[in-house]
């Protein structure tokens, strides 16, 4: 018996040890933005908790799943505060899981990169998107981890909104499948080998 217990607290300290990552994908909820350039942080989270096996349940500032690989925990995050309060989803979930800031990955759309070129940064501006405006308006820092995924500027004039806001088309559908499974290694490498190595691997590709 006691023998159990102690195994039994052994995993319960190895589970509290566990490194905690939060990877968090911006968009909009609701059908209207499924599969819209901007929700493309939703589909990539989707898309790696598919491959994990796990689902996501509603909870409080958004759906989140959990999953864990090779010793580190993962909260997989979707807000539902729609994308320009996608910060209050962040620091609640941050703070509730007591995980590091330096641990926390979003995953945002990018009208300056080509389709499907993907760019991981330590820090730098918001670019004007304005989820990545409410985080650092939250945070306060600029000083996070941030995964770009480029969607491209195909639109003429005044009609960004409309792009942003738009399903994907033609030759974006027929490549989108590989740079998914090329965006889901990033954010693995990301938990498992640190933002250098990774943006030395990936970004660019």
């Not at 040890?17 to 990539?44: C, E, Q, S, W």
């Not at 759309?109 to 991981?120: E, P, Q, S």
């Not at 889901?184 to 490498?189: G, Q, R, T, V």
Request: charged share 30%.
């Amino acid at each position: 018996m006691r023998a159990f217990f102690g195994r039994l607290l052994s995993n319960k300290s190895k589970e509290t040890n566990m490194k905690k990552f939060l990877i968090v994908g911006l968009g909009n909820p609701g059908a209207d933005y499924i599969n819209t350039r901007h929700n493309i942080g939703f589909k990539i989270v989707k898309n790696l908790a598919d491959e994990m096996n796990v689902e996501f349940d509603e909870r409080r500032y958004g759906r989140l799943a959990e999953a864990s690989i090779k010793g580190k925990k993962l909260f997989l995050l979707m807000p539902n505060t729609y994308m320009n309060l996608s910060g209050k989803a962040c620091k609640y979930w941050l703070e509730k899981e007591k995980i590091d800031l330096e641990n926390m990955l979003i995953i945002t759309d990018d009208l300056n990169l080509d389709f499907g070129t993907l760019r991981l940064k330590t820090k730098g501006s918001n670019g004007g998107h304005n989820g990545l405006k409410s985080i650092q308006q939250e945070l306060n820092t600029t000083q996070y981890s941030r995964f770009r995924f480029g969607i491209g500027d195909a639109f003429s004039k005044g009609k960004q909104v409309n792009y942003v806001l738009g399903k994907w088309e033609g030759k974006e559908v027929e490549e989108l499948p590989e740079r998914l499974e090329k965006s889901k290694a990033l954010i693995k490498s990301f938990c498992l080998a640190g933002a250098s190595i990774t943006m030395n691997q990936f970004n660019g590709k």
